[in-house]
Structures are given as structure tokens and as C-alpha cells.
């Protein structure tokens, strides 16, 4: 499994240029994330760790997601995804986190649907959650390195934006330095 180099270069650089963290919580991808992340160059610099919780029990017990919820859903859903982004993010003290859930081969409880709801969070706020359908006869595995790829350019575009807002902001507090100072 080769992952774009160019994608986690750029996603290394921007975290290693703003000095923050990610981790990823896991349950569809089931650790492609995680190897993804692995891969980039000075990934011990920027990535904290993550973790697979493929069952409700463990989403419970390990990202405090509620029981009787998740028992709902079958742990797929949008507020269970943000749920595991915001507590694998306080568990592995990261700046940013990514939450995977949903379906790699179609099922009687996801409507013989393939689907994934992936969720960002960033300073302790989602900032970012979607959900991504493929094709019902995609290969469990060919889905897992497909969401894998989608997010991490889902994520790329997230790191700009935050990148952009940043940059605007140090520009209006050097403006009203100037300001301040004439």
C-alpha cells in the first residue's frame, strides 16, 4: 500500500511549520489512517498515535462514545464520528485529530450501502465532518485505501484553510500594531 507522498509531505510540512500534533481515531479504515500517517517524512515530529475501535464496546469504553446511541446507529453516525474525533484528540493530546466510521462492505445495517463519516477536529472543535458513498460492489479493501486517500485530502484542504485564517490574522494584528503605534 503506497499512500500519495506528495499529500503526506505537504501534510508533515504544515504541521511540523505550525508546531502541532494529530492523531486519528479508527473504525472503517481500520488503521489505514494510521499507517498512512506513519509514512510521513519526521512523522514521530507531528503524529501522537492512534487508535482502531472496531467494535461499540471499545468506542464506549476507549472515545467515551454513548452506549444507547451507538446501539441506535450501530455506531455510524455523524455525532458518533465527531464524538470519536473530539476524545481520541484529548486522549493522544494532539492539536488535530480524524475520525473514521461507517461501512467497507455492504450490510443489512447500512442498507447495502458502502459509506463513511469522517469527522476533523482541531483545538478541541469539529471543524469539519462529511460523509463519503462509494459504489455497493467496491471491495471492502479498495473502500478502506479509497476513504483513506479522500480524507487525507479532505484534511489537506482543512490545514489550508486554517493556514489562510492564520496568515489573515497576522495581518490584521500587524495592521492594528501600526495603528496603534502612528
Known amino acids: 500500500m503506497e499512500f500519495h507522498k506528495n499529500l503526506l509531505e505537504y501534510i508533515s510540512q504544515s504541521l511540523m511549520t505550525a508546531d502541532e500534533t494529530i492523531a486519528v481515531a479508527e473504525c ?3 488503521g489505514c489512517l494510521q499507517l498512512a500517517l506513519s ?6 515530529l507531528v503524529y501522537q498515535g492512534g487508535m482502531t475501535a472496531y467494535t461499540l464496546p471499545m468506542k464506549v469504553k476507549l472515545l467515551n462514545v454513548d452506549k444507547e446511541e451507538a446501539e441506535v446507529c450501530d455506531c455510524v453516525s455523524e455525532n458518533i464520528v465527531e464524538t470519536m474525533a473530539l476524545n481520541v484528540a484529548k486522549l493522544y493530546e494532539a492539536d488535530w485529530s480524524i475520525a473514521t466510521t461507517g461501512y467497507c462492505t455492504p450490510i443489512r445495517n447500512s442498507s447495502y450501502k458502502i459509506f463513511a463519516f469522517f469527522s476533523f477536529s482541531y483545538k478541541g472543535k469539529i471543524i469539519y465532518t462529511n460523509t463519503l ?21 479532505c484534511f489537506k484542504t482543512e490545514i489550508n484553510k486554517n493556514l489562510e485564517a492564520k496568515a489573515k490574522l497576522g495581518l490584521k494584528k500587524n495592521k492594528d500594531a501600526r495603528i496603534k503605534v502612528s
Do not use: C
Open 133 to 153: 458513498e462509494l459504489h455497493p460492489k467496491t471491495q471492502a479493501l479498495n473502500a478502506q485505501l479509497y476513504y483513506t486517500e479522500f480524507i487525507l485530502g
Open 39 to 44: 509514512q510521513m517524512p519526521n512523522a514521530p
Open 28 to 30: 472503517v479504515t481500520s
